[in-house]
């Protein structure tokens, strides 16, 4: 038995491990940021900044480029890796640029923020490249942003 959990057998017989919560992860690492940090969880942060389209062009030739401004407009600092995320993409439609997927399989941009953070009132600029196939539906989709590192 663990030094400590002598004085509770109860606890002990219920498993539990001096120094560690009750999740078993160590206690210095069951904090929210370091749940990102290890790309176990992600934080949304869409409605802490503004997205503001700066610029959409298209080639003709089933390329598209979008260029966002992306603005943290709450007084909270946004860290670690900003993921710009196009959810509700067609399947006939591709992120050329993409750093990956999510698990629900929409495609994601990694942005590494400048000094590991996006300040109040700091922006930033980000391009999204689309391939459409042929015939395929015009580009559509919606913006989220999550906080953290990892493959969502």
């Known amino acids: 038995m663990p030094a400590g959990t002598s004085y509770r057998p109860d606890l002990a017989a219920l498993g539990a491990i001096d120094g560690r919560p009750g999740s078993g992860q160590p206690q210095d690492n069951d904090d929210a940021l370091s749940r990102r940090d290890m790309g176990i969880e992600f934080l949304d942060v869409t409605a802490q900044v ?69 300040l109040p009132g700091q922006s930033i600029v980000e391009t999204l490249r689309f391939r459409r196939r042929p015939h395929a539906p015009a580009v559509s989709y919606t913006l989220a942003l999550l906080s953290g590192q990892g493959n969502p």
């Open 50 to 118: 503004d997205i503001e389209r700066i610029d959409s062009s298209s080639n003709g030739r089933g390329r598209q480029e979008d260029v966002y401004r992306i603005t943290n407009s709450s007084s909270s600092v946004v860290d670690t890796h900003l993921l710009v995320v196009a959810r509700g993409l067609s399947d006939q439609i591709q992120m050329e640029n993409a750093s990956g997927t999510t698990s629900a399989g929409d495609p994601y941009r990694r942005e590494f923020l400048p000094d590991g953070v996006l």
